[in-house]
């Protein structure tokens, strides 16, 4: 699913694959490649297809008389065969909706540790808890609690519990990762890789953990494993689009999330495979009236919410999407077309030919801007042209700045820092030099989720460490103390 800041970054680079795609055939005709794509909010999909691709659209198959049979798909009811997903609603009037998070998360994993106990590697689905959050803010205070509350209520078991102890596969701790923004995106593919990590009942079974602890009291060696499988994984959005671990079965939404179809698509990431059936347990916020009306029809909009998912916008040519993502467009766009000589602009150390390129880059800009014109308005196209006419001018700037230095221009790999200078940064190390004169104009994301700038906060009572400093003459700040009420 294309939503959001993703569908907005997609949209914007689709302008530059489309022209890189594009060719002339014996005529002299220009031709564009066929798009084969699936969506789920068909009710305005033509106006999405025209926003990230700049077509029209064609729906296929058409309509047809049986809505569960398709050229693609059929339905089945459900069966041992095809269990499909349980979605099951929790709504905990009058508590507070962490307390609920902590009694419910705890519930679960104990549950799964019961599963295992007593059927083997049949639970392994279950003993993985997906958290899905629609905030990040809620997302770290359940990570908290993961660490705390919940681990400690989990290895001491509550008195009047049927449920058994459960202890993490971190050395007893909980073994937790997150799936969002604040983490790396090269940890995110080391997470995604950990997640297909199964539990080994001789490993993490209530039997299985008195072995190896007898061993170890009797001054024997224990078997051991390489890599941990994970208890927990908390996630945000990031979740809905390339998550495709088949063994996951088990997840807690908290909150309803915002649209249908960031539901449907979330809650999916679980029950991938028929003998791995999905166990989706909803925690609504009954202070909230959305997350209040959903629960009271929850079974009507379970089986009806693929009919209620919102057509949703996508806005790829913003003045923000422009600024964020208009330089990775040009650059990558003008290396990719000119790959075919190896003296043009293809060639790492090749951005400093620019000068020369002049013709071909401008004639380049002009392209971008028919495909930005296709997809939007008159409006969206001229504030592209301008963008661009000024970010070819700074590249050519750039060059001339550092042959003064007597260094060449190269894209981003510097071998040499005495003598060359690069044309790109990433988005991560702008800040770093961003009153620097000498720091590269062009400032292009690593990737495309990460579109939001962070604001990190500092606070100390000491004055020396405070990245902040007051300006001369700016005014005091004085705390008044409230008046005592009469």
């Known amino acids: 699913m294309i939503t959001g800041a993703l569908g907005t970054t997609v949209g914007l680079f689709e302008v530059a694959i489309d022209v890189m795609t594009a060719w002339r055939d014996a005529q002299g005709r220009a031709v564009r490649p066929l798009l084969v794509a699936s969506t789920a909010t068909a009710r305005n999909a033509a106006d999405q297809v025209r926003a990230l691709y700049g077509r029209d659209v064609t729906i296929f198959p058409p309509q047809v008389l049986d809505a569960g049979k398709t050229f693609f798909s059929k339905e089945e009811p459900v069966s041992e065969a095809f269990p499909g997903r349980r979605y099951v609603g929790v709504s905990t009037t009058g508590v507070r909706l962490t307390t609920a998070e902590i009694r419910a998360a705890e519930v679960l994993m104990a549950g799964a540790q019961l599963l295992l106990d007593r059927s083997g590697t049949a639970a392994d689905p279950y003993m993985t808890l997906v958290g899905y959050f629609s905030a990040t803010r809620e997302l770290a205070g359940m990570a908290r609690y993961m660490g705390d509350d919940i681990q400690t209520a989990l290895a001491k078991r509550r008195p009047w519990s049927k449920l058994p102890r459960r202890t993490g596969t971190e ?40 072995e190896r602890h007898a061993l170890r009291e009797a001054g024997k060696r224990t078997p051991t494993r390489e890599v941990n499988p994970y208890d927990v994984i908390l996630a945000t959005s990031m979740l809905q689009v390339g998550v495709d671990v088949t063994r996951l079965g088990l997840m807690l939404v908290v909150g309803q999330p915002k649209n249908t179809a960031e539901y449907i698509q979330a809650s999916s990431r679980v029950g991938r495979v028929a003998d791995k059936p999905g166990l989706v347990v ?127 221009l190269v894209y981003e790999r510097m071998l040499d820092e005495a003598h060359f200078g690069p044309l790109m940064i990433s988005a991560e190390n702008a800040r770093s030099v961003a009153d620097s004169k000498d720091a590269p104009p062009f400032v292009v994301a690593n990737s495309m989720r990460e579109v939001q700038p962070e604001i990190n906060l500092l606070v100390s009572p000491i004055k020396e460490n405070l990245i902040f400093i007051e300006p001369p003459g700016a005014p005091a700040w004085d705390f008044t103390p409230p008046k005592e009420d009469a």
């Open 282 to 408: 909803t925690l609504g916020n009954w202070a909230r009236p959305r997350d209040l009306a959903h629960f009271e029809q929850f079974r009507h909009y379970h089986e009806t919410f693929y009919a209620r998912v919102e057509a949703l916008s996508i806005t790829p040519f913003s003045v923000t999407s422009l600024e964020r993502g208009l330089d990775g467009v040009l650059a990558s766009a003008a290396r990719v077309l000119d790959a075919v000589r190896p003296d043009g602009l293809s060639p790492e150390k090749g951005a400093g030919r620019i000068a020369a390129e002049r013709d071909f880059a401008e004639a380049l800009i002009d392209k971008l801007v028919a495909r930005v014109q296709r997809a939007s308005d008159e409006d969206a196209a001229d504030r592209a042209r301008q963008r661009l006419r000024n970010r070819l001018d700074q590249w050519e700037k750039r060059r001339t700045y550092l042959a003064g230095l007597h260094k060449s």
């Open 171 to 210: 050395y007893g701790a909980l073994n937790t990762a997150e799936l969002t923004s604040r983490v790396a995106s090269a940890d995110i593919t080391t997470t995604l890789d950990q997640m297909a990590v199964p539990f080994d009942p001789a490993f993490d079974s209530a039997s299985g953990k008195r």
